[in-house]
Each structure stands twice: as structure tokens, then as C-alpha cells.
């Protein structure tokens, strides 16, 4: 093991080759100084892991003496020694965070328990210290591994990409969890420093892994259980779900279904997903409420066209190009990960659609789903227009 380094510093001439001979005897490396400037002279140069110093020094104040060297290695641990005690100087001892305060005359069994728990207390804030240097380390890594990955996964086909790249990403934010677990049962609670590192480490780690989870489910994506379906039926059994939760924020869902639209081939869960994002986007858009308009229409071309149309809060126009780039998001601070639209936009491609967006800056937004259908059969209803309001 190596020998702890510790300065002497004391005017008593014969108090420090006391101090020498017993703490060398007892196995430190020792050194002694007489005066503040030999004192930090010696701390420049040598690295001591302890400060045993007298608070009076041939006029000199070894409080200020102490504050300097503090400077120069903030995380020695420091032990004062006086002969004459006074208030003023135990508090500025608290206020440096000294570790001990001696009365001389001192007795070689008292001198070493102090010695022996400045230098426990020291090495244990070392090692905190260390840990953190770690956290923000392991942190940055994760960063720069999500950023990587994202720069990779954008210039790949997404379709494309195997289950198996997902698998062995989630090994390794897997690992990462039980880690971060572990540092978070083993490290002093009350270090608040270390906690939000590790909160940010854990945030970090789920954001990772929705990028992943809605990539595996991108890729997953197959054109089976394709039936013939009615769009306003299945738009409304996706509103219903979020029927309670649209009431309590305050958003009014306006209906204008046309009557007369034809069955359109897909399959209704993908579908689904295509219409619960809008849902959850136009949501998020009405803070404080507003009016979600839901449309279906036929156009000339015998096209079906869905809208959903929000009041809320707009889209920037600088954004309005970007919002269907895979990993573009708004929502950082909530933990989106920039898949919703871009997957929306996949999915409706696959059925031959196309999907586009109007939007203003506190005005509100409009999404437009227009799918091919079959010819128009000749059962089908008069057109009407129906309109509901909650």
C-alpha cells in the first residue's frame, strides 16, 4: 500500500521533529515546514494527502495559511492544532470543512484516530468525486452512442434494418440499466450531484430504448389482414379511446363524416396507429383546449380523404419540412423520439397514400390522409354529410 504523504507545519521547532519522529514511526511519509510561505512552496510541488498544521504561526494566521493551500489541492484533508482555542477560529475551522481540532497538549493515540478518519473522510470524497468524473463520462458516451446511431439509422432503409441490430442494442442498455441500478443502491444518497447524473443516465437509457422499441415495431410492419374497411367506422372506434381524455382537456371533437365514401383495403390496426398519433399530436397542440375537426370526403378522383384538424398552437414554419424526418422531434423534454409521423407517413404509403400537412403559427395544423379506393359501386349510399359534436 502506498504511504499517505502528510506537511507538518508548525514554529515550535521541536513540535515538529516530535511530530516527524512518531508520525514517520507510525508509517507516513512526512514533512515538515515552519512558515506559510515554505508551507505552500511545498504544497506546489508535492502532492500531500494531509495538512497537520499549528493555527498560529510566528505572527502568521495559519487559518489564512490553510485557506491558500485549499486553493491549491481543494481535497487534502486538513487537521489544526492550538494551544489556544477561541470561537472565531472553530467556526472559520467549519467553514474550510477541516476534519479535526486539536488542543495541545495532544496524545499520540488521539493524533492517530484523527489522522486515521480525516484520511477515511478524504478518501471516500475522492472516491465520490471519482464517481461523478465517471457518471459525466459514461453519460457523454451514452449521448455521442445515441447521436451515432441516429446519424446511421437515418441514412438506412428502415424496413430493412434486422431484428438483430435491435437486439444487440438492447443488450447493451440493458446492461447499462443494472448499472446505473447499481450506482444508484451503492453511492450516499444525500450527494445530490451524483443522484441527478444518475437520473440523467436512467432518462437517457428509456429515451434509447422507445427509439428502438418503435423502430423494432416500424420494422415489423407487414401488409397482412387486409380487409376491406370502413374509414369513418374506424376512425371512430380510435377517437373513442380518447373520447374521456379529449372532455377533460377541454378539446371538442367536431365530426363532418361523409356518408357516401367507399371501402378502402388496409389493415385497421396500422391504420390505427396512423390515427391515434394524430390524436396525441393535436392533443399536445391544445394545451389549454381547443377543437379537434375530423373530416371524410371523396374528391373528383374518387379518392378518400381524411383530415384532422386542430386549433392549437401551429407548427413553426421552419419545422413545417421536417416533421416527417425520422428522429425530428419538438418534444425532447417529454422523451419523444421523432418516430410518430415518420412511421405514419410509411405506413400510408404502403397502402398507395399519401399524407401532408397545413399548419400556422397559432392558428392550428391540419393533417390530410388521402387513400385510393375501389370504383365506386353502385350500392353505394347517397352522399350525405353527417355532423356530431361532444
Not at 516530535?18 to 504544497?43: I, M, P, R, W, Y
Not at 379529449?246 to 357516401?260: E, H, M, P
Amino acid at each position: 500500500m502506498n504511504k499517505k504523504r502528510i506537511l507538518v507545519v508548525d514554529d515550535e521547532v521541536h513540535m515538529c521533529q516530535a511530530l516527524f519522529d512518531v508520525l514517520e514511526q507510525e508509517g507516513f511519509l512526512v514533512t515538515t515546514a515552519s512558515t506559510h510561505n515554505e508551507a505552500l512552496k511545498l504544497c506546489s510541488n508535492i502532492d500531500f494527502d494531509l495538512l497537520l498544521s499549528d493555527i498560529r504561526l510566528a505572527g502568521e494566521d495559519g487559518i489564512k495559511l490553510i485557506d491558500a493551500l485549499r486553493k491549491i489541492k481543494p481535497s487534502m484533508a486538513v487537521i489544526i492544532m492550538t494551544g489556544y482555542p477561541t470561537l472565531d477560529s472553530a467556526i472559520e475551522a467549519t467553514r474550510l470543512g477541516i476534519s479535526d481540532y486539536l488542543l495541545k497538549p495532544i496524545s499520540v493515540e488521539s493524533l492517530r484516530a484523527s489522522i486515521d478518519n480525516a484520511l477515511n473522510r478524504s478518501a471516500q470524497s475522492n472516491e465520490k468525486k471519482e464517481l461523478n468524473r465517471k457518471l459525466e463520462e459514461a453519460n457523454q458516451k451514452l449521448v455521442k452512442m445515441q447521436e451515432s446511431l441516429n446519424s446511421s439509422l437515418k441514412l438506412a432503409s428502415l424496413g430493412k434494418i434486422g431484428p438483430g441490430m435491435f437486439h444487440e442494442v438492447k443488450n447493451l442498455l440493458g446492461i447499462m440499466n443494472i448499472s446505473a441500478y447499481y450506482l444508484k443502491k451503492n453511492v450516499d444518497p444525500s450527494d445530490a450531484k451524483i443522484k441527478k447524473h444518475i437520473e440523467i443516465i436512467e432518462k437517457e437509457i428509456e429515451h434509447s430504448n422507445s427509439i428502438i422499441m418503435g423502430l423494432l415495431n416500424f420494422s415489423r410492419i407487414k401488409d397482412d389482414k387486409i380487409i376491406p374497411q370502413d374509414l369513418n367506422q374506424l376512425i371512430e372506434e380510435t377517437v373513442s379511446l380518447f373520447e374521456h381524455e379529449l372532455i377533460l382537456r377541454g378539446i371538442k371533437v367536431v365530426r363532418n363524416y361523409s356518408s357516401d365514401i367507399p371501402l378502402v383495403f388496409l389493415e385497421p390496426a396500422q391504420i390505427k396507429q396512423v390515427l391515434i398519433n394524430l390524436i396525441l399530436n393535436a392533443q399536445e397542440a391544445m394545451p389549454r383546449g381547443g377543437e379537434l375537426r375530423i373530416t371524410t370526403e371523396t374528391d373528383e378522383d374518387f379518392k378518400v380523404t381524411i383530415k384532422f384538424g386542430d386549433t392549437g398552437c401551429g407548427i413553426k414554419r421552419e419545422n413545417i419540412d421536417k416533421i416527417f424526418d425520422v428522429f425530428f422531434t419538438t418534444k425532447e423534454d417529454s422523451g419523444g423520439a421523432g418516430l410518430g409521423l415518420a412511421v405514419s407517413q410509411e405506413i400510408v404509403k404502403r397502402y398507395k397514400g399519401t399524407i401532408s400537412v397545413e399548419s400556422a403559427e397559432n392558428k392550428g395544423t391540419i393533417f390530410s390522409i388521402r387513400f385510393p379506393a375501389p370504383e365506386k359501386s353502385s350500392n353505394t349510399k347517397n352522399k350525405a354529410e353527417v355532423s356530431k359534436e361532444i
